[in-house]
T-cell receptor, first 115, second 113 residues
Framework: NAGVTQTPKFQVLKTGQSMTLQCAQDMNHEYMSWYRQDPGMGLRLIHYSVGAGITDQGEVPNGYNVSRSTTEDFPLRLLSAAPSQTSVYFC??????????????FGPGTRLTVL | QQPVQSPQAVILREGEDAVINCSSSKALYSVHWYRQKHGEAPVFLMILLKGGEQKGHDKISASFNEKKQQSSLYLTASQLSYSGTYFCGTEGRYGGSQGNLIFGKGTKLSVKP
């Protein structure tokens, strides 16, 4: 199993550009989530999904969209990048239908810089 | 809503013990502990579910006091490999916080030879 994979590993954008961060897992996990990590802030939940076709907002959803058309994939879209979105983005998945009762497996992260 | 971790940072010598605390203002269903090394993804250590259980893994153990809405992570006879930032993630028992983890800001642990 590859586990949770994320692409790209690094990305530089200009203000106003849009892009999609890719996340995939091959463990047949129901729950998937996106976090952003900023220095001194810990991990903050952006969006999550409890199964294909079901998504919901986390703590800091503004400026981001998600979709979950398959169990495996959970892409994160930045609609119009802003410098405040400079961060490290982690995707995670969990076997159960929630993020709280089972191990969350994290992908390697995407380091995004918005100029 | 974000759980509060203490201390923010701790420096140990190899073989010393440490305790990291995690406190929430909300009623909790579960507490997770993760360790993250610099430039890497967080790695799961353990989950504690409501019921006041205590779990252990090698020389790292944790407790969960649901009445006090607190959890503590105990690292005994620390090794160099224990260095990293430790995060607690809490799942609330009610309302919108159910089913998702809210993470603390982390505790940076440095173990010196």
């Amino acid at each position: 199993n590859a586990g949770v994979t994320q692409t790209p590993k690094f990305q530089v954008l200009k203000t106003g550009q849009s892009m999609t961060l890719q996340c995939a897992q091959d463990m047949n996990h129901e729950y998937m989530s996106w976090y952003r990590q900023d220095p001194g802030m810990g991990l903050r939940l952006i969006h999550y999904s409890v199964g294909a076709g079901i998504t919901d907002q986390g703590e800091v959803p503004n400026g981001y969209n998600v979709s979950r058309s398959t169990t495996e994939d959970f892409p994160l879209r930045l609609l119009s990048a802003a410098p405040s979105q400079t961060s490290v983005y982690f995707c995670a998945s969990s076997a159960s239908g929630t993020g709280g009762t089972d191990t969350q497996y994290f992908g390697p992260g995407t380091r995004l810089t918005v100029l | 809503q974000q759980p509060v971790q203490s201390p923010q940072a701790v420096i140990l010598r190899e073989g010393e013990d440490a305790v990291i605390n995690c406190s929430s203002s909300k009623a909790l269903y579960s507490v997770h502990w993760y360790r993250q090394k610099h430039g890497e993804a967080p790695v799961f250590l353990m989950i504690l579910l409501k019921g006041g259980e205590q779990k252990g893994h090698d020389k790292i153990s944790a407790s969960f006091n649901e009445k006090k809405q607190q959890s503590s992570l105990y690292l005994t006879a620390s090794q160099l490999s224990y260095s990293g930032t430790y995060f607690c993630g809490t799942e609330g028992r009610y309302g919108g916080s159910q089913g998702n983890l809210i993470f603390g800001k982390g505790t940076k642990l440095s173990v010196k030879p």
